[in-house]
């Protein structure tokens, strides 16, 4: 039996060439191709500077990093690890706020119910290619002098009114092989300040300021960096992949499209996503929501038939072990969520046969339960 993944990267032979070109200049670490892959992408997203290094993971911290103060950040529990871990791991407190169950986002006023005098960041998470409503939460983080941390990590190339998401405030984007393009492992953190892109290009090489240079072999360290860089054949292939990014997302807002009428069918079960008119979606991922007591049977079946489907999060983070003292409270959506929520292979390449293939198995599974 052929299984279905979940996630499939698209790498075809311009991108192979493009890397084996960038090898064969023989420069091996971060260089050329990273300047005009970070140029590319600001001019996509529409900041002033981009930064490319290795994980979204490091972007996060980097953006923590360069505020200069410590504190409480809001974040959701309805995310990935790195976003929590980027929090303590800059010396900062997390503050878990819940999510819109159909929009799977944070929103202002969640956000707003968490300030206190000790918050200095929202980090706000665009879940699975969704940017959140950005409006009201950009008004409230003024408002409130607090800094915009976007973890745009699953939406590149979403739009919330007429801009991208990592526009508004410090953007953190993921490459990592099932995000919307891939360099393998990478990341990107979007800025608008020229001081703090700076800073962060010292951060990412060892905290080295090459305009400190009286004699060419002087390396100066100003700060204790890391080496979060992103070697130049990386850069190469993200310059590859950005050509696609649109191709690629007109392809996964095809194949949602066809989820979504699809389900429809079962809406005594299953529950679509609605996408308001002020936003566009990436679809990093495609969630539906099944009532909870059938949730876990379906994803057993699917993968017993050859189909990789998962569920996205499973625990949220306020439930891992160690994340548990941060939040006193039920997140009640989050935690709906949680029990609820079913993630569908999609992918620019899923090929038709096999969507027909994940139909007619979830009709299978759909008139099984309905005998039982
Ligand atoms: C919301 C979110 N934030 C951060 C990350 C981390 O990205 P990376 O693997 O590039 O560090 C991910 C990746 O899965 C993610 O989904």
Redesign the pocket.
Known sequence: MKKIPLFKSYVDKSDYKSVLNSLKTGWLTHGSSNLVFEEKFSKYIGSKFSISMN????A?ECSLKILKKKGEVIIPSW??V??ANAVLNTGNIPVFADVNINSRNLNAENIEKKINKKTIAVIV?H?AGLPCEMDEIMKLTKKRKISLIE?S??TLGAKWKKNYTGSFGMG?F???P??NITTT???MLTINNRKQYLEVKKIIAHGIDHDKKPVFWHREAVLPGHNFRLPNHLAALGISQLKKLNKFNAKRRLIAKRYDNFLKKFEDVFAIQKVSKNLTHSYQMYTCLLKPKLRNNFLFFMKKNGIEVSAHFVPPLHKQNYLKKFCKKKLKNTEYLSRSIVTLPIYPNLKNVDLNRIFKLITKWYEKIKKN
């Open positions: 994980s979204c993971t490091s996060l995310t990935w790195s976003t998470v879940y973890d990590a699953e953190c993921s490459f990592f099932t995000k492992e990478g990341g």
